[in-house]
């Protein structure tokens, strides 16, 4: 499966990783909000064995198919996006 990686514009060392290129029809607007408009990166193929440098790639697919994307913050930028998750707005 290819991951598309964005890097946020406002938060530096946060990333979205969407299964389909530049289909952000599962992020809220306040997720957008906080992130910023995202920045496409790069791409590559994720399958369950990669080695992921700061996540786990079988969470990454999980998170895709429960989600529609996966978010990697740094440890920073998680309080505003914590929120979010909890009023159930993300």
């Given at each position: 499966?290819?991951?598309?990686?964005?890097?946020?514009?406002?938060?530096?060392?946060?990333?979205?990783?969407?299964?389909?290129?530049?289909?952000?029809?599962?992020?809220?607007?306040?997720?957008?909000?906080?992130f910023g408009e995202p920045e496409?990166?790069?791409?590559?193929?994720?399958?369950p064995e990669r080695k992921m440098?700061?996540?786990?790639?079988?969470?990454?697919?999980?998170?895709?198919?429960?989600?529609?994307?996966?978010?990697?913050?740094?440890?920073?930028?998680?309080?505003?996006?914590?929120?979010?998750?909890?009023?159930?707005?993300?």
């Open positions: 499966m290819q991951c598309f990686v964005y890097r946020s514009e406002r938060k530096p060392n946060s990333y979205l990783m969407l299964p389909v290129k530049d289909d952000f029809s599962a992020l809220s607007d306040g997720f957008l909000k906080l496409f990166s790069f791409e590559f193929d994720l399958t440098v700061q996540a786990d790639a079988e969470e990454v697919l999980k998170n895709f198919s429960e989600n529609g994307f996966h978010l990697q913050l740094s440890n920073e930028d998680k309080d505003p996006f914590d929120a979010l998750v909890a009023e159930g707005k993300l």
